[in-house]
C-alpha cells in the first residue's frame, strides 16, 4: 500500500522537531540575506496588473518593515507573501525556502510552487460552482451518494439517502467522523486511521455509520473534499484534471498547477493542489469580483454569493462562519469591524479577501510544528490593515 499522504505530513513534523533542537516558539535560524528593498512586482504577462503600494492607499514603509520583519525570523514560518488592491499586484515576496517531504509528493523542484494543503478545498468547490453553472450537476439538493456506482455500502442506513451534494460542501454529511480531536499521525484521527487503512478513501468514508441526521452538525472532513472532487467527474465524465485545467485555471491564467494524485488516481482535492503565490491571488480576486477575472465571467456570480454565505455557525478566533469550503471571519481595529472570507491550509497556506478595502493577500508558510498557523490573520490584522492609509 502506498505511503499516505496523512503518514508523510506526520514524519515531516516529526523530523522537524527532532532537527530543531529548541522551542517553536523560538525564531527560527536565519540565512544572513540583504536588507528587503521594495519594488513593485515584476510584470510577467500573467494577468496581473502591478503597481505601487504608495499609489494605492498604502504605507509602504510599514510593508518594507513587515516583509524585513518575516525575512530576518520576526514572524517565523512565512515562505511567500503578495498583496492585491482594486485588482492591482502591489507587492509580492518569496521568501528563501528549502524544499520539503511535500515538494516530493509531485517532484517539484520550484521553490516559488507551494503545496495548497486544505486551501485546495476551496478550489473543488468552485469546480462544483463551475459543474452546476454548466448542467452537469442539476441541483446541489441532489443526494450525494447518487454521484457513485459502488453496488453496496456497509453501515446501511436510510439516512445516507438524505445526504445531499450541500451537505458535502459545507462538511455537515452526518456520518461518523473526526479529524481535529487527535492530531495527524495518531489512530484515533478519522483522517489518518482511513487513509492508513484504505486505498479507495471516498468508498471507505462512505461506508462509514451515521451519528447525526444530515445538515445538523458540523464535522470538518478532508475526504469528504475529495469526495467533491469524484462527484464532479463522474458527473462531468471528464478527468477532474482536465476539467480544472481547462474551466478554471486556464480562464485564471495559471500555467503550472499540479496535484498530488489519490492511490485511485483522483486529484487531492482535498489537500493536494500545488500553486505559486500570485496565481493564489488569482482565485481571491476571482471570489473578490463575484466570479469573473480580468472582465472574463468563470463562476456565477450566484454561487460565489452561496460560496461566501455563512451556511454553519462557528465561534472561533478569525472565524465566525462555513460556506462552501470557505471560511467567514471578521478582522477588528478596536473601533471598527472588517469582515473577511478565507481559505485556510496547513502551516498556514492562507487566501484572504477583505472586501471593505477591495484587498487580496495571499500567503505560503511551513508553520506546522508550532502555534503559529493563524500567523496570515495576525500579520494582515496588525501589520497590512493598518498600513492602509485610504479606504
Given at each position: 500500500m502506498p505511503i499516505s499522504w496523512i503518514k508523510r505530513i506526520w514524519i515531516l513534523i516529526a523530523a522537524s522537531i527532532v532537527l530543531s533542537g529548541c522551542s517553536s516558539s523560538d525564531p527560527e535560524p536565519q540565512v544572513p540575506q540583504e536588507p528587503y528593498q521594495y519594488q513593485i512586482p515584476h510584470y510577467i504577462d500573467d494577468g496581473w496588473q502591478t503597481g505601487h503600494l504608495s499609489d494605492f492607499g498604502f504605507d509602504d514603509e510599514q510593508l518594507v518593515s513587515l516583509v524585513q520583519n518575516i525575512q530576518n525570523g520576526t514572524h517565523p514560518g512565512i515562505d511567500s507573501i503578495s498583496i492585491v488592491k482594486d485588482n492591482t499586484l502591489l507587492l509580492h515576496h518569496d521568501f528563501q525556502r528549502d524544499l520539503t517531504v511535500f515538494d516530493s509528493w509531485i517532484n517539484n523542484n520550484d521553490p516559488s510552487r507551494h503545496v495548497m494543503h486544505s486551501t485546495s478545498k476551496s478550489f473543488v468547490s468552485a469546480l462544483a460552482g463551475i459543474a452546476l453553472q454548466q448542467g452537469y450537476i442539476q441541483d446541489i439538493s441532489r443526494p450525494f451518494y447518487s454521484f457513485f456506482n459502488y453496488p453496496e455500502y456497509d453501515n446501511w442506513d436510510e439516512r445516507k439517502n438524505s445526504i445531499t451534494f450541500e451537505n458535502a460542501l459545507t462538511m455537515q454529511l452526518g456520518l461518523e467522523w473526526d479529524e481535529w480531536t487527535y492530531p495527524f499521525g495518531d489512530n484515533g484521527n478519522s483522517l489518518t486511521y482511513l487513509t492508513n487503512n484504505?486505498?479507495?478513501?471516498?468508498?471507505?468514508?462512505?461506508?462509514?455509520?451515521?451519528?447525526?441526521?444530515?445538515?445538523?452538525?458540523?464535522?470538518?472532513?478532508?475526504?469528504?473534499?475529495?469526495?467533491?472532487?469524484?462527484?464532479?467527474?463522474?458527473?462531468?465524465?471528464?478527468?477532474?484534471?482536465?476539467?480544472?485545467?481547462?474551466?478554471?485555471?486556464?480562464?485564471?491564467?495559471?500555467?503550472?498547477?499540479?496535484?498530488?494524485?489519490?492511490?485511485?488516481?483522483?486529484?487531492?482535492?482535498?489537500?493536494?493542489?500545488?500553486?505559486?503565490?500570485?496565481?493564489?491571488?488569482?482565485?481571491?480576486?476571482?471570489?473578490?469580483?463575484?466570479?469573473?477575472?480580468?472582465?472574463?465571467?468563470?463562476?456565477?456570480?450566484?454561487?460565489?454569493?452561496?460560496?461566501?454565505?455563512?451556511?454553519?455557525?462557528?465561534?472561533?478566533?478569525?472565524?465566525?462562519?462555513?460556506?462552501?469550503?470557505?471560511?467567514?471571519?471578521?478582522?477588528?481595529?478596536?473601533?471598527?469591524?472588517?469582515?473577511?472570507?478565507?481559505?485556510?491550509?496547513?502551516?498556514?497556506?492562507?487566501?484572504?479577501?477583505?472586501?471593505?478595502?477591495?484587498?487580496?493577500?495571499?500567503?505560503?508558510?511551513?508553520?506546522?510544528?508550532?502555534?503559529?498557523?493563524?500567523?496570515?490573520?495576525?500579520?494582515?490584522?496588525l501589520f497590512i490593515l493598518p498600513a492602509i492609509t485610504t479606504l
Open positions: 484504505s486505498d479507495n478513501y471516498i468508498k471507505s468514508m462512505l461506508d462509514l455509520p451515521m451519528v447525526t441526521d444530515p445538515g445538523t452538525d458540523y464535522a470538518y472532513n478532508t475526504i469528504a473534499s475529495i469526495a467533491i472532487g469524484a462527484a464532479v467527474e463522474n458527473a462531468t465524465g471528464i478527468p477532474l484534471e482536465d476539467y480544472a485545467e481547462q474551466y478554471l485555471f486556464e480562464p485564471l491564467q495559471i500555467a503550472d498547477a499540479q496535484w498530488l494524485m489519490t492511490p485511485t488516481g483522483l486529484p487531492n482535492t482535498g489537500s493536494g493542489l500545488f500553486l505559486a503565490t500570485r496565481d493564489m491571488a488569482k482565485f481571491g480576486q476571482l471570489y473578490l469580483d463575484g466570479g469573473t477575472w480580468n472582465g472574463l465571467r468563470i463562476i456565477e456570480e450566484s454561487w460565489v454569493a452561496d460560496s461566501l454565505a455563512k451556511s454553519v455557525e462557528l465561534s472561533w478566533d478569525y472565524t465566525s462562519g462555513y460556506g462552501y469550503q470557505w471560511w467567514l471571519g471578521e478582522f477588528r481595529d478596536g473601533v471598527n469591524i472588517y469582515p473577511f472570507y478565507s481559505t485556510r491550509g496547513f502551516g498556514g497556506q492562507f487566501i484572504i479577501i477583505v472586501p471593505d478595502f477591495n484587498l487580496v493577500v495571499a500567503f505560503t508558510a511551513h508553520n506546522y510544528d508550532n502555534n503559529l498557523y493563524d500567523s496570515p490573520f495576525r500579520l494582515t490584522e
